[in-house]
Every structure is written in structure tokens, then in C-alpha cells.
């Protein structure tokens, strides 16, 4: 099947040559509107909303972005301090100063939880944590997501690690023949793939299996997670090593991870083939059911 370029397609859904008008429409008639606002407005029009009636705005404004992309559109500016590509702002906070070592044996923290991040104070919490000690440091994840704290009970609920989950990778290769989905397959299906996008464990915190046992507790509650706020059920998710940095996927790999391949040195999101200088990633996969492939070429 002839593969659609990505400005026909939303969300796995044709846009039409009609729709697209409307929106060049909008942007020339409300010419003050900010891109969020232009989102919002167009997901109203066209009822591009998640099953729960809320808006894809975040999928709608990176949308926009691939129409401006091919030269359909021309977006207004982006408003001071949300220019794109651009890192946002991090708020130091006492909370992710260096602390004690902590070299317990792995069954003294049990028991083991991932706490579902739900607070504005506790997300900036997650922002410094990362920023400050993951070696890609914090960026705003692409659409849907999830993060966590990784938390020891054993240790009076001690902050240990973090874990953000969003959406996947449009297209990678070795993962796609690992699945072995046509092109109509992947655009309809790839909501069910869910990206680690970042893992930390917390430089002062050196416990022997402890990155593997949190692999395993994320696999085993991240559905559940991600049905309950975006309505539908994961199959498989997938991680990106840059080895670059010396990072050899080793906990992905005891938690038993599947490695396929690696990246081609283009971005996550990338529509149009295009390489951006980036270095290739090694690709790990954990399907979540038997049935992923099933559930995947459906």
C-alpha cells in the first residue's frame, strides 16, 4: 500500500484536502490566535478528541507543525518562552540535592512502587531530578504521557529514581520489521506502542538489580496506568539506548528487554526521512501481552 504523506494523516485518522483548507481558513481569519489556541480550535471543528471528550490539543499543535513542515501553512510565532525547540525552564529545588549513599541490599528497600506524578509541585520535582542527573537531561515529552517516581517503602518512602513514559517513535525500522505491520497497520495501531522515554536511577542510589526490578514493576502496571488517562490499553513498549554515552541497555536486558536494531540518526517523530545529525540509538522492545502482534496487525 502507497504510504500517505504525513500531512494526510492525524492520529492514524485521512485528513482531507477540505479539512486542510478549513484550517488555512482559521489561521487567515484569526490571525491573533496562538498555535494552542488554533489546535483547540480546529480539534472543536473537526472533533479530533480523546475518548474521554478532552481535546488533542498537544497531537493538534504538532500536527500543525508538520503542515507548516510541507509549506501548507504558515503558523504565527511561537508566544516568548514556548518558542519550538527550545528547553524548558527548570526549577532548582532542594529536593534533588546529592544525598547520603544509599548501598543496601536490594531487599531492604522492598516494598518497591512507582508513585504516579499528579502535582504541579511534584512534577517540578521530576523536572529538576532529571535535568539534573539524566545524561539527555529533561525535555517536554511528544503527545501522551505518564510519569513517575520510583519510591522504597523500606527506606521511609525515599525518592530513588524516576520513570517518564510517552508516545512512541513514528517510525524505526527495526522495530517496525520486528512487528512485522504494513504501513496502514502502523499508522492505526501505533498508539499502542508506549515509549520509556526516561529512566533514572539516582546517582546516589547504588543497588545492585534494583534498575531491572523497577523495569519489571513499570511493565506490570503501566497499562493499567495508561488505559485509566488515555482510555486504551498498551501492547508493547519500547526504549532508545544512546550508547554513545556508554550505556549498554544493561538493565533492559536483565529485565528482558528484546534488542532489534538500531536507529538511522533521524529524530523520534521524524515524517519525512529526513537525518538530523543525530546518533543511531539501540532499540530494546518489551511486549506486554502474548498476543502483541495480534493486537498490532489487526
Not at 96 to 102: F, K, L, W
Not at 241 to 256: E, R, V
Not at 264 to 273: E, F, I, Q, S
Amino acid at each position: 500500500m502507497k504510504q500517505l504523506p504525513a500531512y494526510k494523516t492525524f492520529c492514524g485518522e485521512r485528513v482531507s484536502q477540505k479539512q486542510r483548507d478549513e484550517i488555512k481558513e482559521i489561521i487567515s481569519l484569526f490571525p491573533s490566535l496562538s498555535r494552542n489556541e488554533i489546535a483547540n480550535t480546529i480539534c472543536e471543528l473537526f472533533s479530533w478528541k480523546r475518548p474521554t471528550g478532552k481535546l488533542k490539543t498537544v497531537e493538534a499543535v504538532q500536527y500543525l507543525e508538520v503542515l507548516e513542515d510541507w509549506s501548507i501553512i504558515k503558523l504565527p510565532d511561537s508566544r516568548p518562552g514556548k518558542k519550538k525547540g527550545t528547553r524548558q525552564v527548570i526549577k532548582r529545588t532542594e529536593k534533588s540535592d546529592e544525598q547520603d549513599i544509599v548501598d543496601l541490599p536490594l531487599k531492604e528497600l522492598s516494598p518497591l512502587y512507582l508513585e504516579k506524578i499528579s502535582t504541579k509541585e511534584k512534577r517540578e520535582w521530576f523536572y529538576d531530578f532529571v535535568d539534573r542527573y539524566h545524561y539527555l537531561g529533561y525535555q517536554r515529552p511528544f503527545g501522551a504521557h505518564l510519569r513517575y517516581f520510583v519510591k522504597a517503602g523500606g527506606i521511609d518512602d525515599a525518592i530513588i529514581g524516576c520513570l517518564q513514559f510517552s508516545s512512541p517513535a513514528w517510525r524505526m525500522t527495526p522495530r517496525d520489521k520486528y512487528i512485522g505491520w504494513s504501513e496502514e497497520q502502523r499508522v492505526k495501531n501505533l498508539q499502542k506502542l508506549v515509549n520509556n522515554s526516561r529512566f533514572l536511577i539516582l546517582p546516589w542510589v547504588r543497588v545492585k538489580n534494583l534498575a531491572s526490578k523497577v523495569l519489571a514493576i513499570a511493565s506490570k502496571i503501566i497499562q493499567v496506568d495508561w488505559e485509566e488517562t488515555y482510555t486504551y490499553q498498551p501492547v508493547l513498549l519500547e526504549t532508545l539506548i544512546d550508547s554513545a554515552y556508554n550505556y549498554a541497555g544493561t538493565c533492559y536486558k536483565a529485565a528482558n528487554w528484546v534488542y532489534v536494531g538500531t536507529t538511522t540518526g533521524r529524530g523520534r517523530m521524524d515524517r519525512k526521512n529526513e537525518r538530523d545529525g543525530l546518533a543511531p540509538k539501540e532499540i530494546f522492545l518489551y511486549p506486554l501481552c502474548k498476543d502483541f502482534r495480534q493486537e498490532l496487525l489487526s
